[in-house]
C-alpha cells in the first residue's frame, strides 16, 4: 500500500514538472504569461549553446507566491567523457538573481558538472552532479517563511552538529554581548538619550566563530569549513531578532559507503553503477539535493527578522534532550529544581 502512495505521488510530482515545463515554453513562444509563468529571452546563440537575457517569472498557489529569475548568460558545453573526465555536459551562469515573495538570492558565478557513472570512474562517492557556487548571498525576509530548500539544508547540517561526528574543529570562539545596559539610573539622564545610540539599545549579540569546521552526518555526508561566522542580535526594544551567517570555502560531499570501499572488478562497479541508477533517481525526485556534491566559495546569509522559536539548533537540541530524559526516566520538574539548588541555595 504504501508502495503504491509513494509511486501515486511520484506520478503526480512528475506530471507537475512537465506541466510546468510545458508552460514555460509556451509562455516563451507565445511571448505572453501563461498560468502565472513567462519567460523571455533575449538571444540564443546555438553555435556557443548560450543563452542571453534570460529573465523568468512565476507565480504558485494562486499567485500567493511570485517569484523572478534572472541571469544575463547561461552557456553549455558539451563533453566527451573519458576515465579521467568523465563529464558530459558542464552549465556555466553569471550575475543569477532570485527574487520571491520570501526571500532573495544571488550568485556572482556558478558551475554545473554534470557526471557519467561517477563512481565507476572515482569521480565522486555517487553523486551524478558537482556544483561550485562563487559569491553566494541569500537574503530570507523572515525566519517563519524560510523556504523549503533552505530548511533541508539546514535541519541537514544542524542534525549532524547534534547527531553526527565531529572530526576536526580547530578553532571555536563564542560571545554573548548585553547593549544599553550600562548600570546608570533614567534620572542621571538630564534629556532623553538619542534612539539611534547603539549604547543606548537594548540589544542581546551573541556570535559564534568556528575555524576548519569538518562534520560527518549519519546520510553519509561530510560538511568542511574554512571558516564559520554566526550572530544573532535580539533587540528588546522593538521585540525584533536578526540572523547573520558567513561561511568560507564550504564543502557539502558524499563520502563511500562501506560497501564502496573494498576492491572490487571493474566489470562489477557496472553493474554496480546500472543498478544504483533507478535507486538514485527516486531518491532525486524526493531530495534533488541528494544528487549534487556542492562546494561554496563564499556564502552570506541573512535573516532580516528571525524568532529563536524557528532556530534549527535550538528546536533539534530540546527533541534530543527530551529523547534522552525519556530514555534514562530523568523528571524534567526534578532536574530543573536541582538544578535551581545547586546554583542559587548551595552554590
Not at 502565472?36 to 517569472?57: A, P, Q
Not at 499567485?63 to 523572478?68: A, F, G, L, P, S
Not at 527530551?322 to 529544581?337: M, P, Q, S
Request: hydrophobic share 45%.
Amino acid at each position: 500500500m504504501d508502495g503504491l502512495l509513494r509511486f501515486q505521488a511520484f506520478l503526480q510530482f512528475t506530471s507537475g514538472i512537465i506541466l510546468t515545463i510545458f508552460f514555460v515554453l509556451t509562455s516563451w513562444l507565445a511571448d505572453r504569461p501563461l498560468r502565472g509563468h513567462h519567460l523571455k529571452i533575449g538571444r540564443i546563440s546555438i553555435s556557443t549553446l548560450s543563452l542571453y537575457d534570460v529573465h523568468y517569472t512565476g507565480a504558485l498557489y494562486d499567485e500567493k507566491y511570485t517569484y523572478t529569475f534572472t541571469a544575463p548568460c547561461i552557456f553549455v558545453r558539451l563533453h566527451l567523457p573519458t576515465p579521467s573526465y568523465p563529464s558530459w555536459l558542464v552549465l556555466t551562469a553569471h550575475e543569477i538573481l532570485y527574487k520571491s515573495t520570501t526571500c532573495d538570492a544571488s550568485l556572482t558565478r556558478m558551475d554545473v558538472t554534470f557526471w557519467l557513472f561517477p563512481y565507476l570512474f572515482k569521480r565522486t562517492a555517487g553523486p551524478w552532479i558537482s556544483a561550485e557556487l562563487d559569491g553566494f548571498r541569500l537574503r530570507v525576509h523572515h525566519s517563519n517563511e524560510t523556504p523549503y530548500w533552505i530548511k533541508r539544508l539546514r535541519q541537514n547540517l544542524v542534525g549532524a552538529l547534534l547527531n553526527g561526528d565531529i572530526y576536526r574543529l580547530d578553532d571555536v570562539k563564542a560571545t554573548v554581548q548585553f547593549a544599553g545596559a550600562d548600570g546608570s539610573s533614567p534620572a542621571d539622564h538630564v534629556d532623553p538619550p538619542a534612539p539611534f545610540l547603539n549604547r543606548e539599545t537594548d540589544e542581546l549579540r551573541t556570535t559564534v566563530s568556528a575555524c576548519q569546521l569538518h562534520l560527518h552526518n549519519s546520510d553519509g555526508r561530510i560538511y568542511t569549513f574554512r571558516a564559520v561566522d554566526a550572530q544573532l542580535r535580539r533587540d528588546w526594544d522593538t521585540d525584533r531578532g536578526s540572523f547573520v551567517l558567513v561561511a568560507e570555502e564550504g564543502r557539502w560531499v558524499r563520502v563511500h559507503r562501506p560497501y564502496q570501499r573494498e576492491w572490487t572488478p571493474w566489470w562489477t562497479q557496472v553493474f554496480t553503477s546500472l543498478g544504483q541508477f533507478p535507486f538514485d533517481f527516486m531518491r532525486f525526485i524526493n531530495f534533488p539535493m541528494s544528487a549534487v556534491d556542492l562546494y561554496i566559495i563564499r556564502a552570506d546569509v541573512v535573516f532580516d527578522q528571525f524568532r529563536l522559536r524557528d532556530a534549527e539548533l535550538i528546536t533539534q537540541g530540546f527533541v534530543i534532550l527530551r529523547e534522552k530524559t525519556a530514555l534514562f526516566g530523568v523528571n524534567w520538574g526534578d532536574a530543573i529544581f536541582d538544578a535551581f539548588v545547586k546554583a542559587v541555595i548551595m552554590p
